[in-house]
């Protein structure tokens, strides 16, 4: 029997990832929702290669829009990507932020109402705030950052614990730690300092370049989480999605550098006055036992990226 599938905020970096790797089994029909507002339409799965994935723009904060696809096609999963993204483009629309809230209630009491078995939830790393813990495990979340971004994140695993124990509406919580991968978007810090790196432009570094990020490879993300879905993994449950090796963000420019064969330098600013954690580094246990391989290298990854964008500058 088709599996009837809601991806929000499909035509972004993650979301479109996802689509497309439920779109592969002939037996998943999947609905692809987004307003477009940070997604793009040329990150959208091909729909000519995968005649089971549908496009509908549509604002799921806007509850008209959406309710009417929830019941029109009446989803049994519902993985809900959309959100506003981006550090700078969050700090700086802090209420559109906010808005997202009314997404995550609409999605939730629509799924409850519709009859949904799960819904898949992608929170972040910045619920975490400044952390206190190392590495970071899923169950000493400090919960101590007030950024309107880590609020809204935590803010809907509140719903979704809320709407499990009033309603029995089953989830999974994927918490990212710096997915990257081929079609991020361009001012995401590796696609950001590759660019640069080809150009032979300066990169820019805030700070002194000491905060450590650990960096995961898209397909790692995809795979993980899929096997979630596909098996049944970790249900009312949390899961860090991430890397498991630190690096600082002057080391990660340095290694870029030498990548590309670059001549830039690197250019120091000032601090940013909230928002860049000195430290990321998640506990993955959890996600190890989900996939099925071997993760893939910072260094591999990079180097796929930097031929993708080489083959877009030519």
């Not at 088709?2 to 037996?27: N, P, R, Y």
């Not at 809230?101 to 799924?111: C, D, F």
């Not at 899923?138 to 124990?165: I, W």
């Not at 250019?267 to 860049?276: A, F």
């Amino acid at each position: 029997m088709k599996k009837k599938i809601l991806v929000t905020g499909g035509a972004g970096f993650i979301g479109s990832a996802m689509a497309e790797k439920l779109a592969k089994d002939s037996q998943n029909d999947v609905l692809i929702v987004d307003n477009f507002r940070t997604g793009l339409q040329e990150k959208l799965p091909d729909l000519n290669t995968y005649p089971n994935i549908r496009f509908i723009k549509c604002d799921v904060n806007q509850f008209r829009d959406i309710s009417d696809i929830f019941y029109a096609f009446r989803f049994d999963y519902v993985f809900h990507y959309a959100a506003l993204v981006g550090v700078k483009r969050t700090l700086s629309n802090p209420v559109s932020v906010l808005d997202d809230i009314k997404g995550i209630e609409h999605v939730l009491s629509l799924s409850k109402n519709t009859g949904v078995k799960r819904v898949f939830y992608s929170s972040s790393s910045e619920v975490y705030g400044e952390p206190v813990e190392f590495p970071q495990n899923e169950k000493t979340t400090p919960l101590n950052s007030y950024l309107p971004y880590a609020v809204v994140k935590n803010v809907g695993e509140a719903y979704l614990r809320s709407y499990k124990q009033e309603f029995g509406l089953d989830y999974t919580i994927f918490r990212f730690f710096n997915t990257y991968g081929t079609k991020q978007s361009k001012d995401f810090v590796i696609s950001k300092f590759i660019r640069l790196a080809l150009e032979n432009q300066p990169i820019t570094i805030y700070g002194d370049g000491s905060q450590t990020r650990t960096f995961c490879f898209v397909d790692d993300n995809i795979d993980a989480c899929y096997e979630t879905f596909i098996n049944n993994r970790y249900v009312n449950d949390v899961i860090n999605i991430g890397g498991n090796k630190e690096i600082t963000i002057l080391k990660l420019a340095e290694t870029i550098i030498q990548l590309t064969g670059s001549a830039s330098r690197i250019e120091h600013l000032p601090p940013l006055p909230e928002g860049d954690m000195s430290r990321r580094l998640p506990d993955i246990s959890k996600m190890n036992g989900l996939l099925k391989r071997e993760r893939t290298s910072l260094e591999s990854g990079l180097l796929q990226i930097i031929q993708a964008i080489k083959n877009t500058i030519k």
